[in-house]
């Protein structure tokens, strides 16, 4: 089975990969090469994630072939569009493939909704009995305590909105962490199926959004903090 890849080079300084029809299913590593000798692997626990889920799966994870179907090298850009010299503070401009031109389908819709409900659901099972004194612990090096990364999420995904200009006012955030990642959540799967086979790109902050671009950004963003928070559990019981 043919698996068309994107590859994102200097993503926080290492390289991501996205298979490009699967929308979630993406693994990272130091350098290129490492990163799609572990796709291979990322497709089967993808493969068997949504079987987990689906009466009829529609991941084949037989005789896998990758192939490259774009690479994409992240830069630093600063509040006049100029390029940041390596090593310099700017913002990031991330991946942005020709596959993301593309409208997305009724069936691509449909499918993506379901991923978003299943990464959803797994999510919440993490996090949800949580008690408060995990919720904040802050392993060191991190950047955010477990509260800061469920608020993370939400916000993000209310930043995807934004960027193609279909969010909710900033100001109608809630202040609960859990309520947030809710409205966001609710938000997107409310405005995804009005994204059927419409072109819509925009420009903004130095990147082009799409409907596509929001769902592959919104489903890896969730499944990756996932891992993320899963990991420091293991540190605070080790502790």
Known sequence: MKYRIGVENGFEGKTLIWVLDHPGCFTTAEDADSAIEKTHEAILQYAAWVAQ??????????????????????????????????????????????????????????R?????????????????????????FQSPGERWSIRGIIRHVGIAEWWYLDRLNLAFPYESLPSDVFDIIRKSRESLLTVLP???NKPLVIGMDG?????????????????????????????VQLR
Do not use: C, M
Not at 112 to 136: A, C, M, T, V
């Open 112 to 136: 993506g909704y379901k991923l978003l409900n299943w990464s959803r659901q797994d999510f919440l099972e993490l996090i949800q009995d949580l008690p408060p004194h995990i919720l904040d």
């Open 194 to 196: 009005g994204l059927e």
């Open 53 to 110: 889920h689906e009466r009829k799966p529609w991941v084949d994870s037989t005789n896998i072939r990758l192939v490259i179907e774009e690479t994409w090298q992240t830069y630093r850009i600063n509040e006049k569009y100029a390029l940041v010299p390596k090593g310099k503070s700017g913002y990031e401009v991330n991946a942005w493939f020709l596959d993301d031109w593309k409208p997305l389908t009724r069936q691509e819709i449909q």
């Open 207 to 235: 990147e082009f959004w799409s409907p596509r671009k929001l769902l592959r950004r919104a489903i890896w963003h969730e499944r990756d903090h996932t891992n993320h928070i899963n990991t420091l559990l293991k540190e």
